[in-house]
């Protein structure tokens, strides 16, 4: 016998575990999407999938070498979070740059060896261990920056890493993920530790027997984590220039979802790099085709579930491995547990079915909807002469305009209520109209979505920033692609946009607010005050001329506590609650965000406190009950529907050359002329709903 008789063959080795069908699935994935849209397959955007995979796939490497070994690390967003609060506070502090990213990674070592011996030296089971560490870490990056507070004004130097083209098409994060993925590849696959691990994962207990050091190895497994998820962080920050205890959120589920569907087993002992990888990337293309297809970024999180679970299904019920009997002396202490559930290609076939079924379903109604376009603008172009032949041979229509808006948070009812105002306006203008954002504000995923529209390569961009300094960098890349762009409800950086759509003046909104809270109060008391979130860059920017306006004209009122509701009108309940609780004395509350009003006011009356006044900013549809019933007292705000319509109205105008830079007027439809003061379209003065005239709007 030959010495390479018993040896694998290379399919088995380099995919043991049926890796190779998700380069099928990725094939498939490309076909689809790039029917469905001719810029998914250009350069530009493969460039750009690996831009965005490099965050979470930085986690997944990471977390490759922990489930290896039979572990979970739940904690590696946090820990992202936790990195970029600690980058960001060396910085601040005075710390280089080199050092502050320094102490970033061995923050994250030190959270992996936490890990490590909370599970090898006091046995607690890992799941356990990262679940109490996810909300310390949470916990502790939320506490450094009280919630609310964010590091920008980092050098250019590091910025670049990332937001970078090498050479105008390379990203840095690229290269940054690559060296860790060729890092840890050798590690994992071409060393005694790789091994070490898969054995740790088939049988603990039999590996000490075979001499394998189980706690040392499962240590450094976690450390390696740990650091990944840390220069994750770094690279995170670098991207959105921005520090903020958020970073990562919701990241590790993503992770986890990679390294599963790339053939590693939750039970441990299998499972390769480049599996993950390839897992990895199945998720990031459906998320960006999808994207680039103009189609609402839940989708993409609705098919992965969908994945997950015809997977979990797949390996449960239809899928169960057929186990020989074997004789006793074919049994060794590190074979795998009969009872283990293994995946086949089979099990991979469904998850292919899985993903092209919404890839092509997407596919085929942007293609049709294309075709109808031309076909009846084609239609209306050409008049048929008598006999049925063309009279006169007119030149093809132009396509449509396409213009994109992405609000704050599209699950917020302000911008719902802004969204019917931009389809009104599309509808007028005959351009078709793109809206799509996080459905909680994230600057992260904000930018992503942008990305995505900057590759389609849409006419005109109008952007609500969840943060300046995020959006901005991204915007500014837009401009430099030739695509006209232009702010709305909360304003990028003046470099990073052509006008701004204004619809009242923080100082407006500010001053408006606290006169009516001030009125409420007879002129003396406390104040609370209720946002949002504590890191949104406008409502800060209220909050601000609230208090300067109560200095200065109600000396007589003293703010008592800001509380953030995370836009939520359950969280605003709970948090009026306690501050009424809390804060017996307070007179008035201010809520500055379209959920919390209404939940102050049912908080208000469930504790019955009629003399507690409530006013805020917020839309008539969700208050008018109770303002009719007394607990809401007024609303301030502007048109939403109106504030939409402008928006669409004014990124048209730029698109065409019909607003240029120097206008001081600007003819905005059923609103009619509008004041331009520099470089901001002002919508009007903050107006002020209460018992009295609130029927008379239903938005």
């Keep these: 016998?030959?010495?390479?008789?018993?040896?694998?063959?290379?399919?088995?080795?380099?995919?043991?575990?049926?890796?190779?069908?998700?380069?099928?699935?990725?094939?498939?994935?490309?076909?689809?999407?790039?029917?469905?849209?001719?810029?998914?397959?250009?350069?530009?955007?493969?460039?750009?999938?690996?831009?965005?995979?490099?965050?979470?796939?930085?986690?997944?490497?990471?977390?490759?070498?922990?489930?290896?070994?039979?572990?979970?690390?739940?904690?590696?967003?946090?820990?992202?979070?936790?990195?970029?609060?600690?980058?960001?506070?060396?910085?601040?502090?005075?710390?280089?740059?080199?050092?502050?990213?320094?102490?970033?990674?061995?923050?994250?070592?030190?959270?992996?060896?936490?890990?490590?011996?909370?599970?090898?030296?006091?046995?607690?089971?890992?799941?356990?261990?990262?679940?109490?560490?996810?909300?310390?870490?949470?916990?502790?990056?939320?506490?450094?920056?009280?919630?609310?507070?964010?590091?920008?004004?980092?050098?250019?130097?590091?910025?670049?890493?990332?937001?970078?083209?090498?050479?105008?098409?390379?990203?840095?994060?690229?290269?940054?993920?690559?060296?860790?993925?060729?890092?840890?590849?050798?590690?994992?696959?071409?060393?005694?530790?790789?091994?070490?691990?898969?054995?740790?994962?088939?049988?603990?207990?039999?590996?000490?027997?075979?001499?394998?050091?189980?706690?040392?190895?499962?240590?450094?497994?976690?450390?390696?984590?740990?650091?990944?998820?840390?220069?994750?962080?770094?690279?995170?920050?670098?991207?959105?220039?921005?520090?903020?205890?958020?970073?990562?959120?919701?990241?590790?589920?993503?992770?986890?979802?990679?390294?599963?569907?790339?053939?590693?087993?939750?039970?441990?002992g299998r499972g390769t790099l480049h599996g993950t990888l390839l897992g990895l990337l199945c998720l990031i293309v459906l998320q960006n085709g999808l994207r680039l297809a103009g189609q609402p970024s839940e989708i993409a999180g609705l098919l992965t579930g969908a994945v997950l679970i015809a997977a979990i299904a797949a390996a449960q019920f239809l899928f169960r491995p057929t186990v020989r009997p074997a004789a006793r002396d074919e049994v060794s202490p590190l074979s795998e547990n009969p009872d283990e559930l293994t995946m086949k290609n089979s099990q991979l076939a469904l998850l292919i079915a899985a993903i092209l079924g919404g890839a092509a379903l997407i596919a085929v109604s942007n293609v049709f909807l294309a075709r109808s376009v031309v076909e009846a603008g084609a239609t209306a172009a050409v008049p048929a002469a008598p006999g049925g032949a063309n009279a006169v041979a007119l030149p093809p229509p132009q396509a449509r305009r396409v213009i994109a808006l992405t609000p704050k948070a599209k699950a917020d009812p302000y911008f719902v209520s802004c969204k019917q105002g931009a389809d009104a306006a599309a509808a007028e203008l005959g351009v078709d109209l793109l809206w799509d954002a996080p459905t909680d504000p994230d600057p992260a995923k904000q930018t992503e979505v942008v990305e995505a529209w900057i590759t389609r390569g849409v006419d005109a961009i109008a952007a609500s920033c969840a943060s300046p300094e995020a959006l901005s960098s991204v915007l500014r890349k837009a401009r430099a692609r030739g695509i006209q762009v232009i702010s709305w409800d909360a304003d990028a950086k003046p470099d990073a946009r052509g006008f701004f759509v204004n619809q009242a003046t923080a100082e407006g909104i500010g001053t408006t607010l606290a006169d009516e809270g001030a009125r409420l109060a007879g002129g003396a008391g406390r104040y609370a005050i209720v946002t949002a979130s504590l890191t949104d860059a406008n409502q800060n920017e209220w909050i601000k001329f609230i208090q300067a306006r109560m200095a200065a004209k109600h000396p007589g009122m003293a703010l008592a506590t800001i509380q953030p509701s995370d836009g939520q009108r359950d969280k605003a309940m709970t948090e009026t609650r306690n501050i009424i609780r809390a804060y017996p004395d307070v007179k008035v509350i201010i809520a500055v965000a379209a959920p919390a009003v209404p939940g102050a006011a049912e908080a208000l009356k469930q504790e019955n406190r009629r003399d507690v006044k409530l006013t805020g900013l917020s839309v008539p549809s969700l208050c008018k009950a109770y303002v009719h019933d007394d607990w809401i007292q007024s609303i301030v705000l502007w048109n939403t529907q109106d504030l939409g319509y402008l928006t669409v109205r004014a990124a048209v105008a730029v698109a065409d050359g019909t607003l240029a830079p120097g206008a001081t007027s600007f003819s905005a439809g059923r609103l009619g002329t509008l004041q331009v003061e520099g470089d901001q379209i002002l919508l009007g003065k903050p107006f002020v709903f209460n018992a009295g005239n609130i029927d008379g709007f239903n938005f």
């Design 1 to 268: 016998m030959s010495a390479a008789a018993g040896r694998p063959g290379f399919l088995a080795r380099w995919s043991p575990n049926g890796e190779w069908v998700l380069l099928i699935v990725l094939a498939l994935e490309a076909a689809a999407f790039g029917w469905a849209h001719p810029r998914f397959l250009s350069w530009e955007n493969l460039f750009e999938i690996a831009r965005l995979a490099a965050e979470v796939g930085l986690l997944a490497f990471g977390l490759t070498a922990v489930i290896k070994t039979g572990g979970i690390d739940l904690a590696v967003g946090s820990m992202m979070g936790l990195a970029a609060v600690a980058l960001g506070g060396a910085w601040a502090l005075g710390l280089p740059i080199g050092a502050a990213v320094l102490f970033a990674l061995l923050l994250g070592g030190a959270g992996g060896a936490l890990h490590g011996w909370l599970i090898t030296r006091l046995r607690v089971p890992p799941l356990i261990a990262t679940l109490g560490t996810f909300s310390l870490y949470r916990g502790l990056a939320e506490a450094l920056t009280g919630g609310y507070a964010s590091y920008t004004g980092f050098p250019a130097g590091f910025l670049a890493l990332g937001q970078v083209y090498l050479g105008g098409w390379l990203p840095v994060q690229l290269l940054i993920a690559g060296a860790v993925f060729i890092a840890l590849w050798v590690l994992l696959h071409r060393s005694v530790f790789g091994r070490e691990l898969a054995v740790i994962g088939h049988n603990a207990a039999g590996a000490r027997f075979a001499g394998v050091r189980v706690g040392s190895v499962t240590l450094r497994a976690y450390v390696i984590c740990g650091v990944c998820a840390a220069l994750a962080g770094v690279v995170y920050v670098a991207r959105i220039g921005q520090a903020k205890a958020d970073a990562g959120l919701g990241y590790e589920l993503t992770a986890i979802a990679a390294v599963v569907l790339g053939g590693a087993s939750i039970n441990g």
